[in-house]
């Protein structure tokens, strides 16, 4: 498993990548007009990392490791009106974990 999480984890540089693009495409203050359109591949993006995290160390991925990992801010509380991770998209991800274990 580990052989498989060091590769999985060197794909993340890419999902960093079109994160990044898309932070780059969307206008400030313009994020809840969009949001829509990427939520499940941001939603798909936690999941993917909190698993690949969770096979490693046994433990849910903090939202300081998931900013890290995925090049985003999670908004807890969502008062953040520019490119973020809202709390629905970090919970979906997170409970799409127990469809695995």
């Not at 969502?78 to 973020?84: A, E, V, Y």
């Given at each position: 498993?580990?052989?498989?999480?060091?590769?999985?984890?060197?794909?993340?540089?890419?999902?960093?990548?079109?994160?990044?693009?898309?932070?780059?495409?969307?206008?400030?203050?313009?994020?809840?007009?969009?949001?829509g359109?990427?939520?499940?591949?941001?939603?798909q993006?936690?999941?993917?990392?909190?698993?690949?995290?969770?096979?490693?160390?046994?433990?849910?991925?903090?939202?300081?490791?998931?900013?890290?990992?995925?090049?985003?801010?999670?908004?807890?509380k969502?008062?953040?009106?520019?490119?973020?991770?809202?709390?629905?998209?970090?919970?979906?991800?997170?409970?799409?974990?127990?469809?695995?274990?």
């Amino acid at each position: 498993i580990k052989r498989i999480n060091i590769d999985a984890k060197s794909h993340f540089s890419d999902i960093r990548l079109h994160i990044a693009s898309l932070v780059a495409l969307v206008p400030a203050e313009q994020y809840y007009r969009y949001c829509g359109m990427w939520s499940f591949s941001l939603q798909q993006s936690v999941f993917l990392a909190s698993w690949i995290h969770y096979l490693d160390s046994e433990t849910l991925i903090s939202t300081t490791d998931l900013e890290k990992e995925l090049g985003v801010i999670v908004s807890l509380k969502g008062d953040d009106s520019d490119f973020h991770l809202n709390v629905e998209d970090l919970l979906h991800g997170y409970v799409s974990i127990t469809s695995e274990l």
